[in-house]
């Protein structure tokens, strides 16, 4: 029931050359990244005993999927045996262990789906949403402060279908078929307490930067995504955007912890097509080709609003100009980590295609105020979001034994 409802991933979209993922698992830097080891630029196997959980600076990956659900715990008890099972899954799932055998007459341990492949690299994060601290498991005074369902932003016509969600887990693979197997091994850990909610496959380039100074992975509108990030190798710069610190004012489990906003944003891809190079560009603020910023030449060039106050570079509207005006530092920044999709027509035979936005960062608020300053830009005439919703995903588990939430329901 759940595979159909989530299939459609444009599996042809999927199998290019991969860019390069730095071998400690994070981005690599913008600038002066020397050229990097052909055939370097899949998911890079990373422990799931760490601080922080390992999947969130890297990518997004060839593949990527996303999918939330409700729990059916009854108690508080049980959601932390929950969390238990779908952590040793995730440890088993990313170190490459396969499961013990079943007992004779029971149902196989593993779907067999990748048997024979070897080791299929995986990464998985979990994240919980602001319906698993209700009236249910007595969580409410450990809410982390910022954490709302997320409410009809600019220009939504969201779904209460694909929208919300008590836990969200993100996978990211070489192959839309390992996603697949973790997706159908984590359910199966879960036993019937989790019922799916809504999810999203789909596909990107393996994040930024291929050779020094240029991203690779482009959105569906056809331009580099990704240019703009902080650096995601830059440890004390993710303190500063991405990861939730101890004065931070939150609930001391939520430490090592970051917000994220997910975005099902469908993209008018047909309109876009019939729109001029010129008209896109400046509806971007971007070159299509180049990414580089309208009044410089090179990806890397850093726009200079205070020189063109009159927006006459770069309109005033330009979605990067909204998006960051460059006014502020990095503490008001995020990590955007979203990728494609592509789920064939929608009702009236139109190209149902768009982008699984997907930001990082340490106060919501920094989302919340990008999206407010975006409101009524020109590229919503292209755009429709239309699901997603806001979660928090869960400090690492680094001790051997502790699981992903411990602190959160055991504490
Ligand atoms: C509607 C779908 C969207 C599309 C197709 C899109 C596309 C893009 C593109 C092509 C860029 C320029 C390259 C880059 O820096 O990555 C960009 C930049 C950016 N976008 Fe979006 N975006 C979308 C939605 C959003 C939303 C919802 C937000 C946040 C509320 C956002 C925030 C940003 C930010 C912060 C930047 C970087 C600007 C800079 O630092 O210069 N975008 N986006």
Request: proline fraction near 8%; include cysteine; charge should be neutral.
């Amino acid at each position: 029931m759940f595979l159909s409802a989530g299939a459609g991933l444009a599996a042809g979209a999927v199998g290019g050359a991969g860019l390069v993922t730095a071998a400690n698992g994070a981005t690599p830097p913008h600038q002066g990244a020397p050229p990097q080891a052909p055939g370097n630029g899949r998911v890079v196997p990373a422990s799931f005993r760490a601080a922080h959980q390992p999947g969130i600076l890297t990518g997004p990956a060839l593949a990527c999927l996303v999918a939330a659900f409700h729990c059916r715990d009854r108690n508080r008890a049980a959601l932390a045996g929950t969390l238990r099972a779908l952590s040793a899954e995730m440890d088993a799932l990313m170190t490459g262990r396969d499961p013990a055998p079943a007992p004779a007459g029971q149902p196989p341990a593993d779907s067999s789906l990748l048997l024979g492949q070897g080791r299929q690299p995986v990464l998985v994060t979990l994240s919980v949403g602001a319906s698993l601290f209700d009236d249910r498991y007595g969580l409410a005074g450990r809410k982390p402060a910022e954490l709302t369902p997320m409410g009809a932003l600019a220009n939504d016509r969201l779904d209460p279908a694909r929208t919300h969600g008590d836990l969200l887990v993100l996978i990211q693979a070489d192959h839309p078929d390992v996603c697949v197997h973790t997706l159908r091994r984590l359910t199966r850990a879960a036993g019937g307490s989790l019922a799916p909610a809504w999810s999203q496959d789909g596909f990107a380039r393996p994040d930024p930067v291929a050779m020094a100074g240029a991203t690779g992975n482009r959105n569906l509108l056809g331009f580099k995504d990704g240019t703009g990030n902080p650096d995601a190798a830059n440890a004390a710069l993710m303190d500063q955007v991405v990861w939730v610190g101890a004065g931070d004012g939150e609930p001391e489990w939520a430490v090592g912890g970051t917000y994220v906003a997910v975005r099902l944003i469908r993209l008018f891809v047909e309109r876009w097509d019939r729109t001029s190079l010129t008209a896109q560009e400046r509806v971007m603020g971007r070159r299509k080709q180049s990414g580089a910023p309208l009044d410089g030449q090179k990806e890397t060039d850093v726009p200079r609003y205070a020189d063109d106050p009159d927006g006459e570079r770069t309109p005033l509207d330009a979605h990067i100009r909204l998006a960051n005006p460059r006014t502020a530092g990095p503490e008001k920044g995020m990590l955007r980590k979203g990728f494609n999709y592509a789920r064939g027509l929608d009702a009236d035979a139109g190209l149902d295609q768009g982008l699984v936005f997907v930001s990082y960062q340490r106060r919501l608020a920094n989302f919340r105020q990008a999206q407010e300053r975006l409101k009524g830009e020109p590229m919503e005439a292209f755009t429709r979001p239309e699901g997603g919703g806001f979660f928090y995903a869960l400090p690492g588990a680094p001790d051997p034994g502790g699981y992903l939430g411990q602190g959160l329901v055991e504490s």
